[in-house]
């Protein structure tokens, strides 16, 4: 079943999701949906950068709007093939592509064998930007300060990326053979959110930690309990067993949304980070949703969450059936609406 890989709002009335095969949009919030593009377009990321401008990439496909999504244009892909994309204008942007994913890691960031891409026409022409290898996540507040996740390390450059400092520490290896991977988002005043997952996993839990990351450095703010971070203990626990996705709301707050395999019918538990990460608040769970796999939060009170509600077998059905969804709040996660659901498939 295709599902949701990405999703962005960039106000709290527009908003777009893409999956394998179709794009989603909004205008009012998300209490109504419509299909702007279908087919097999094989979709894993979005990034709009206004109402208007806005990029959705898969490995088989790019895309490019500049009326909101009413008309997307194809755009020649590179070689190698672009995953992701975060773009600072109309014309400026950076992208991660090629590579290859270990062990059925997410689609949109390479473990091993990513470069970074750089554009200066919206995305029509890209020429490599040097960067430490394996590069995973990338993105940039203008086009000298940027932040970039590569081989499960963070690292920061404030030269558009003549030269990159790690702020990390070296991920440790647990002998599953599978790397660390970090993923990054900007943030207002030249701040970052990242999130380290691995390397490996055990026990039903994958070792994954969230930094909030500025001029100053990155400071580890929670780590799975069985999996801290070398050469000490952050404050708190990560929101639950198993990564999933993150927003970052501006540079005091993000929204860190993991899940549990182990919890029978499963869990999506959720925490908010503030005071750039010196608080975490435990949230509860999102409603509706047992494997979240995108998130776009505007605020702590108002955020989306896009992934699948699963219903496990009972003695009278004998099966189990999943939906792709897209869940919202806007009270903090008191309270979960669904506003998208798609088929229900066995």
């Known amino acids: 079943m295709p599902g949701i890989g990405g999703l962005q709002f960039v106000s709290a009335?527009?908003?777009w999701a893409v999956s394998q095969d179709k794009i989603l949009a909004t205008a009012d919030g998300g209490a109504h949906w419509q299909v702007q593009l279908s087919g097999k377009l094989d979709l894993t990321s979005v990034d709009f950068i206004s109402g208007q401008d806005g990029w959705a990439v898969g490995t088989t496909s790019l895309l490019a709007t500049t009326d909101g999504g009413s008309r997307w244009t194809a755009l020649p892909e590179p070689c190698p093939v672009?995953?992701?994309?975060?773009?600072?204008?109309?014309?400026?942007?950076?992208?991660?592509?090629?590579?290859?994913?270990?062990?059925?890691?997410?689609?949109?960031?390479?473990?091993?064998?990513?470069?970074?891409?750089?554009?200066?026409?919206?995305?029509?022409?890209?020429?490599?930007?040097?960067?430490?290898?394996?590069?995973?996540?990338?993105?940039?507040s203008d086009p000298r300060h940027g932040w970039l996740g590569a081989a499960g390390l963070l690292y920061r450059t404030s030269d558009g990326g003549k030269d990159w400092t790690v702020l990390t520490p070296m991920a440790g290896a647990l002998g599953s053979?599978?790397?660390?991977?970090?993923?990054?988002?900007?943030?207002?005043?030249?701040?970052?959110?990242?999130?380290?997952i691995g390397p490996g996993a055990a026990m039903s839990q994958d070792p994954h930690v969230g930094y909030h990351a500025d001029a100053s450095g990155a400071t580890p703010i929670f780590a799975e309990q069985y999996f801290q971070t070398p050469g000490g203990k952050p404050a708190a626990?990560?929101?639950?067993?198993?990564?999933?996705?993150?927003?970052?709301?501006?540079?005091s707050s993000a929204a860190f949304i993991d899940w549990c395999s182990a919890c029978g019918p499963g869990t999506a538990p959720w925490d908010i980070a503030a005071g750039s990460g010196t608080t975490l608040a435990r949230e509860g769970n999102v409603g509706a949703i047992t494997y979240p796999q995108a998130?776009?939060?505007?605020?702590?009170?108002?955020?989306?969450?896009?992934?699948?509600?699963?219903?496990?077998?009972t003695p009278d059905t004998g099966t189990s059936k999943s939906q792709e969804r897209i869940v919202a709040t806007t009270d903090g996660g008191r309270t979960w609406h669904v506003q998208?659901?798609?088929?229900?498939?066995s």
Do not use: K
Not at 95 to 122: F, K, R
Not at 182 to 193: I, K, R, T
Not at 237 to 251: C, R, V
Not at 340 to 345: E, L, Q
């Open 13 to 15: 009335a527009q908003g």
């Open 82 to 140: 672009i995953r992701s994309v975060h773009f600072i204008s109309p014309a400026t942007g950076f992208a991660v592509a090629g590579g290859q994913n270990v062990g059925g890691t997410d689609p949109a960031m390479p473990v091993l064998g990513g470069v970074v891409l750089t554009t200066s026409d919206g995305g029509r022409t890209w020429r490599t930007l040097a960067t430490p290898a394996n590069a995973q996540t990338a993105c940039f």
């Open 177 to 196: 053979g599978y790397p660390a991977g970090m993923s990054v988002e900007c943030a207002n005043d030249g701040s970052a959110w990242a999130l380290r």
């Open 237 to 251: 626990e990560s929101p639950g067993s198993n990564a999933g996705p993150f927003s970052a709301i501006d540079s």
């Open 295 to 313: 998130a776009s939060f505007l605020s702590p009170e108002v955020g989306w969450v896009a992934g699948s509600e699963t219903v496990y077998p």
């Open 340 to 345: 998208w659901a798609g088929p229900w498939t």
